[in-house]
């Protein structure tokens, strides 16, 4: 039984007990509540940046979306079951019994030197410059993410995304209380003229951007690669406006069609932070991503990391390093895309029988599918029918930072079977129609005014899937 000791705490009239043995009783408990006051008793301590952050739309929607009876098509979790599991295991035991000294030891803030090394080998496809001295070994790119932001921008800093982002990333950037502007995308990535004319008006008006965030290959949620025509234009355009480009890939391994198109770091390596990621290509738990950065960004990037977090896992680095070493990682990559491919066929199909009311866009490699809904219907709205019919997906809403998306929703094809795709898109067609039919009989026409104009100018026009 832990010890416990009698305290005597400024806030309370009777003395607390609380728990020496966790090495609490050096911490004031926190002031009783009183009947009908707030749950908690901190609230008006926290900074103004926990303020800005909150449940993303996905986190919010895992604990119903991963009951057994409901087809989720919301989260982006890889399926791992094609992973040789038993080899992979073999593999971690090996270090830890050969090499766990250090594997399950502290390591460097930069990351593991050999991993790093590996690291360019894998990059190869996207042509990146690069060298091992430039790489941060992160916990994820979700790290890498946040420590650019933090080592960039001040609160009320720009941040331009394309529209529809990453909902991690926008999460980000609004826990660093950045100003995420949006510039549309169309069905071959970011558009550069609109990107030219949103950093020409940022300008006029006086606002600091701090950096272009885009992810150009088989984009989350939009589904959409940048063609190889705009690369140029679009870091031609960041360079001639003095941006910084954030470059986010954890996808472009993942294509259906053949090697990944040269990245942006390789067009400008001075002007680009590419950040890559194992989570989609091997495993999202051993939480390992980098940054390729140019030198003395990569320096306030390590120091950033020591401060967050000291170094990443060590034991993570080389349990990731083992696996390239010791397996056929190019032929485990194929494996998923085939996986991939076979699902991303279904769902296409699917919609295409299913919802011809609707529009998508049509990946060429990656997780998802960004639909448009039929003018009138929103996204957020229909989802609790969509629950109750068993099947979930994510509004599109929460992949904006200004509250736009209604008519959207992103569908995830990467976990469930073809078989649960094909019955997951039959239910949610079901959804729709009878949104629709509900629509009609209530309230004909009474949407299209507000949501109409914001729906054309912001999404890919989703087509392809038709
Ligand atoms: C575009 C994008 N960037 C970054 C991440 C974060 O990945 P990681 O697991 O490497 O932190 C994700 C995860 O889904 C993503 O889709």
Redesign the pocket.
Known sequence: MPEQTRTTLPTNDEPTLVNSAAGLSEFPAPPPLSPGSRLDPWVEAYSDRAGQLSVSAIRALFAVASRPEVVSLAG?MPDLSVLPLDLVGQTLGRLVAQRGTSALQYGSGQGDPILREQIMQVMRPVQAVADPDRIVVT?????A?DLITRIFVNPGDVVVAEAPS?V??LGVFRSFQADVVHVPLDHDGLVPEELDRTLTRLRSEGRTVKFLYT?PNHH?PAGVTLSAERRPQVVDIARRHGILVVE?D??GLLGFDGPPLPSLQSLDPAGVIF?G????TFS?GV?V?WALAPHAIRDKLVLALESAILCPSAFGQMAVSAYLSNHDWKAQIEAFRTMYRQRRDTTLQALSELIPQATWTCPAGGFYVWLTLPEGLDARAMLPRAVTERVAYVPGEGFYADGQGQRHLRISYCFPTPDRIREGVRRLAGVVEAEQEMLDTFSPGCCSASDGPRSARTSPTGTGGR
């Open positions: 982006g916990t994820g790119s979700q790290q993410l990453y991690g990333a992810v989350n986010d954890p996808y950040l990621s194992f989570s989609k999202p939480r991503g």
